[in-house]
């Protein structure tokens, strides 16, 4: 087997995004600034930068436009292979992006109603709807979506949202189980639904949190069906404001230490990783407890 046919698997790293907004004390812009570039040096090609949400919904983003104008986004992309996307929720987030040189959005939209409007404030065909008209061109804008399960999730809504975000020229659709209550199981059932119905897998992503301490497992249960893109937050960060009680994402730490272990690439160097999960706990987590 050559190293091209080598298994694979793509981390996204959620950390200063996902990680971070839930964090009650104030982390300075600094801070995350070295979060970000400690993360790039480990090796992690996908790094979500922030999120161009209201301050009075999310405190802990506040400083998203500074962080991304002191980050200098065109610069570093010039310089590296990586990749920065920035959550964006509405047409003003989108503005603010463009200004400052992001290349790859990621948009929230929900395959329930009830969740939808609690953090997005409209109905899951109008997020849609919202998403379609920023894609500008195919391939100028990527946009991923996440889909949480608010409760037991009909599979049909899933995979009305997958097919329609698809047609419409998003590269990925990333299925988020934001309460951490999932398990392999369930996620199993859920892609082999989406398989059988001809959604490719190489258009899908998993975000798994880890509430009830199924996400290392969900994720090779993801893997396992044939997705290659999985979301992280290095030490275990993250949290949902809009969900009260669920807990952080799968550590990135963690998982790449599963895959790398069974042979699965990940481009990550694990040294390195693994003391910026460190640094993490000290300066971060130490602030927050």
């Known amino acids: 087997m050559t190293i091209t046919e080598s298994p694979f698997v793509r981390i996204v790293e959620v950390g200063p995004r996902d990680g971070l907004q839930n964090l009650s004390q104030w982390i300075p812009t600094t801070t995350k600034l070295d979060l ?6 480990s090796g992690l090609r996908t790094i979500e930068l922030t999120s161009l949400v ?7 983003m506040a400083d998203a436009t500074n962080l991304l104008q002191d980050l200098d986004v065109q610069a570093m992309l010039a310089k590296t292979n990586v990749r920065l996307p920035v959550l964006v929720p509405n047409l003003r987030g989108l503005r603010i992006a463009h200004a400052n040189g992001v290349k790859e959005i990621a948009v929230f939209i929900s395959a329930t109603e009830g969740f939808s409007r609690a953090n997005i404030n409209c109905t899951c ?3 849609i709807e919202r998403g379609g ?15 949480p399960y608010d409760g037991p999730t009909k ?8 097919r329609e975000l698809l047609d419409m020229g998003c590269y990925e659709v990333s299925l988020g189980d934001t309460l951490g209550t999932g398990n392999p199981a369930a996620v199993r059932a859920l892609l082999g639904y989406l398989k059988q119905h001809g959604i490719p897998m190489s258009g899908i992503a998993g975000h798994f949190h880890d509430t009830n301490n199924h996400a290392l497992e969900n994720a090779w249960a993801a893997y396992e069906c044939g997705v290659r893109t999985l979301d992280s937050s290095i030490g275990g960060l993250g949290g949902c404001p809009f969900v009260p009680g669920a807990q952080g994402n799968v550590a990135t730490e963690v998982l790449v230490a599963s895959f790398e272990k069974a042979g699965i690439e990940t481009g990550v160097n694990r040294k390195t990783l693994q003391e910026t999960a460190t640094w993490v706990r000290d300066v971060m987590l130490r602030v927050e407890n």
Not at 155 to 162: A, H, I, K, Q, Y
């Open 155 to 162: 599979p049909s809504s899933v995979l009305s949202c997958v």
């Open 125 to 127: 065909d109008e997020a």
């Open 133 to 147: 008209k920023w894609l500008l061109k195919p391939g100028d804008w990527a946009l991923t979506c996440v889909d």
């Open 36 to 41: 970000i570039h400690r993360l790039e040096r």
């Open 54 to 60: 209201s301050h009075r919904a999310v405190p802990q």
